[in-house]
């Protein structure tokens, strides 16, 4: 009697085990489809010489692939970014493209920046032949002076841009550039219209 009391308990026993151990197994399956899943969304940029390289994780609890420029589907988006010169970028990890929207906009004012300091020096060296030409006398000594001060102008503008300062719009022109007098048409002031005579001055 006791045998045939005995081998009812233990097939119980062996089956709560198999359902237990179909449960453990089931959760641990859950928890690396939720951690694939997350690691999927997951997104990261590292600075690679002159380019930020962008990788994406795949469907796997750990590890990231870089995402190339011909990728057909993020490509585009996601592909290589140049890093402009003097820009530092650390290694970070993002998760919407709205992060590297910003990014973006951080490096694309930094190369902005940059051109416009290049754009001023480019115009500090015209204001340099210019003043050459105008100190040497010659056919374009007159042109070379007013040209000369409004590039002084522009050179301001472009440095004070370039290191994101307001250049304040001055209320009354400068010393240097006095305001201009209208003047009356040559024409008039040398003679009168031919239609009308000149008036008789009396004896």
Known sequence: MADT????????GGLSKLVLWLLVLGLLAAVWWLASE???RRFAWRPDESVLTISKGRFFPLGMANIAADDPQLGKVYGPIP?????KVSEQEFDDQTELAGLRGELAFTAARQELL????????????LQSVEEGGG?????????LRELEGIQGLLEDA????PHPTPSTPPPTSPPRQPTAPRQRALAPDAGTAAPSVPR
């Open 118 to 129: 290049q754009a001023a020096k480019l115009v500090l060296s015209a204001r340099r032949k």
């Open 38 to 40: 997350r690691n999927l």
């Open 83 to 87: 890093i402009p010169q003097g820009a």
């Open 139 to 147: 056919e374009h000594a007159l042109e070379a002076g007013p040209l």
């Open 162 to 165: 370039s290191q994101s300062k």
């Open 5 to 12: 009391q005995t081998q009812p308990a233990r097939r119980g």
